[in-house]
């Protein structure tokens, strides 16, 4: 899912309705990409920063509502899960975000028919960087972890550093935050790649 566009449009939205101006929507943009992708913490700098009325919970559960609304998957990420299944790899959704806010986005833009299975975070009690979370997707899909496999993601810490933890190959999608590129620092050699074409690189 392209969430760096996603978030623009709904980063105007959200200064457009609380009247931060041009401005309002640069420092949102900045905050997401200062390396804040957990939204509570996200939603309380932005509490504090602009001074918003209402909680941080409340902030965050209008944000939940709206992003599925927002999210769109892009046809060529699309297509090449439908080519990797058909290549005879068995694909899984593995994450950590909130479960309501991502099982709305993966049903409404697609992704939910183009995997084997998924592994939420919030549904089965266990997080990564647990190997756990990517022994219980693989078991979704009918295989063992030990078998190998590959994890695309766009965190250096909780997509590449613990996808070779738990023994499997790794693609990174790297969205230039300042927290990748500090992350990067200390995660050796890093495969880097835009998600349609990590899928052709793992059939090749």
């Known amino acids: 899912m392209e969430l760096d566009e996603e978030f623009h449009?709904?980063?105007?939205?959200?200064?457009?309705?609380?009247?931060?101006?041009?401005?309002?929507?640069?420092?949102?943009?900045?905050?997401?990409?200062?390396?804040?992708?957990?939204?509570?913490?996200?939603?309380?700098?932005?509490k504090d920063h602009f001074g918003l009325p209402g909680s941080v919970d409340e902030l965050w559960s209008?944000?939940?509502?709206?992003?599925?609304?927002?999210v769109r998957c892009r046809p060529e990420v699309l297509s090449g899960?439908?080519?990797?299944?058909?290549?005879?790899?068995?694909?899984?959704?593995?994450?950590?975000?909130?479960?309501d806010?991502?099982?709305?986005?993966i049903r409404r833009t697609g992704p939910a028919e183009a995997v084997d299975a998924m592994a939420?975070?919030?549904?089965?009690?266990?997080?990564k960087p647990e190997t756990r979370l990517f022994e219980i997707a693989a078991e979704r899909c009918g295989?063992?972890?030990s078998s190998g496999g590959w994890v695309v993601g766009d965190s250096l810490t909780a997509d590449v550093a613990d996808g070779r933890s738990a023994g499997l190959r790794t693609i990174w999608i790297d969205k230039g935050t300042r927290q990748t590129r500090s992350a990067r620092?200390?995660?050796?050699?890093p495969m880097s790649w835009r998600p349609w074409r990590a899928c052709r690189a793992v059939i090749l």
């Open 101 to 105: 806010k991502r099982l709305r986005k």
């Open 185 to 189: 620092r200390t995660t050796p050699s």
């Open 120 to 127: 939420l975070s919030g549904i089965v009690g266990v997080r």
């Open 9 to 46: 449009v709904w980063a105007v939205e959200f200064a457009q309705g609380h009247g931060l101006g041009h401005d309002g929507v640069s420092r949102l943009i900045g905050l997401d990409r200062s390396g804040y992708p957990h939204r509570e913490v996200f939603f309380t700098k932005t």
């Open 143 to 145: 295989m063992a972890l």
């Open 62 to 70: 209008r944000y939940r509502r709206r992003m599925p609304y927002i």
């Open 81 to 99: 899960l439908s080519h990797l299944r058909v290549s005879g790899w068995r694909v899984a959704i593995v994450t950590n975000r909130t479960a």
